[in-house]
């Protein structure tokens, strides 16, 4: 979700790479392997997962049943009073085909104490109020059934910063956010995800007729080839992009999007005054 202007487009000329073929096979065992890590190296009993209806969601779920079992796998129904009941129902109906237990809570009764009414005015800064109201009730219930919370985000969104900070983008662990949307849908296909959450439009289901390309301006197709080759394959001539066929809009679209919202891929900056960083773990020696 997008709120300002954009930053012009910045390319370098930089040398090319070659990047590592995608391995469907490899990708899921790893993926399993580090959720159940995750889950080991935490003590605590399980995830929690806020499920959408949609393929992201549906994707990460599976892996963590196939991963550490259905009696660990918490899932969390979060609708708001316009969200799509055909979203609605996919999410129960992956519910039944897990196995997993779930939880409903519709947030519209947080949402409408805040926003007395929702329009093109304000709808976006709704948007992203009901994605941080959704992961404020994961964490809660993460807190109360002593689990982590199980991230959703693809790689395509964290490049493009098509999250919202501390909202959907925030959790405990993300075992898909090294898979691109292309990516996610070729292990959903693979894992046998059902076929109804599989072909959906990919939406944030934030208002009526809500899509993520329409808000974006590039199909997924494209982005995820274009990021293939940025990011990974280190490609940054604009005339090279150009040369392989990809539409100079498209490109200008894409890197704007990955440099304006490379704020939201870090931590927030702290001011240095002069002390050492605080380390990740202290050990005390006898």
């Known amino acids: 979700m997008f709120a300002h202007g954009e930053l012009p487009i910045v390319l370098a000329v930089a040398g090319q790479t070659m990047g590592i073929p995608f391995d469907q096979d490899t990708a899921i065992t790893t993926i399993k392997r580090f959720i159940t890590g995750q889950l080991n190296q935490s003590g605590l009993s399980g995830y929690v997962v806020g499920l959408s209806g949609g393929l992201d969601s549906a994707l990460a779920?599976?892996?963590?049943?196939?991963?550490?079992?259905?009696?660990?796998?918490?899932?969390?129904?979060?609708?708001?009073?316009?969200?799509?009941?055909?979203a609605i129902d996919d999410a129960a109906d992956l519910v039944d085909r897990l196995g997993i237990d779930h939880q409903l809570i519709d947030i519209s009764p947080m949402i409408d104490a805040y926003f007395k009414q929702i329009d093109e005015s304000n709808r976006l800064r709704a948007g992203n109020k009901m994605a941080r109201e959704r992961m404020s009730i994961l964490f809660d219930v993460a807190h109360r059934t002593d689990r982590l919370v199980l991230g959703t985000g693809?790689?395509?969104?964290?490049?493009?910063?098509?999250?919202?900070?501390?909202?959907?983008?925030?959790?405990?662990?993300?075992?898909?956010?090294?898979?691109?949307?292309?990516?996610?849908?070729?292990?959903?296909?693979?894992?046998?995800?059902?076929?109804?959450?599989?072909?959906?439009?990919?939406?944030?289901?934030?208002?009526?007729?809500?899509?993520?390309?329409?808000?974006?301006?590039?199909?997924?197709?494209?982005?995820?080839?274009?990021?293939?080759?940025?990011?990974?394959?280190?490609?940054?001539?604009?005339?090279?992009?150009?040369?392989?066929?990809?539409?100079?809009?498209?490109?200008?679209?894409?890197?704007?999007l990955l440099n304006r919202n490379a704020f939201k891929r870090r931590m927030p900056p702290v001011a240095p005054i002069g002390k050492p960083p605080v380390p990740e773990y202290i050990q005390l020696d006898r």
């Open 61 to 86: 779920a599976t892996l963590a049943v196939q991963a550490v079992g259905a009696d660990k796998l918490l899932a969390v129904l979060m609708p708001y009073r316009t969200s799509s009941q055909s």
């Open 154 to 256: 693809n790689r395509s969104e964290i490049c493009l910063g098509y999250t919202t900070v501390y909202g959907d983008s925030a959790c405990s662990v993300n075992p898909v956010g090294d898979l691109y949307k292309t990516e996610v849908r070729q292990l959903a296909a693979a894992l046998d995800i059902p076929e109804a959450i599989r072909s959906k439009v990919p939406s944030a289901d934030l208002w009526a007729g809500q899509t993520d390309e329409g808000e974006i301006g590039v199909t997924y197709d494209v982005i995820d080839r274009l990021l293939m080759r940025i990011v990974d394959d280190g490609v940054t001539s604009l005339s090279q992009l150009e040369s392989e066929g990809f539409d100079p809009l498209s490109i200008s679209r894409v890197v704007s």
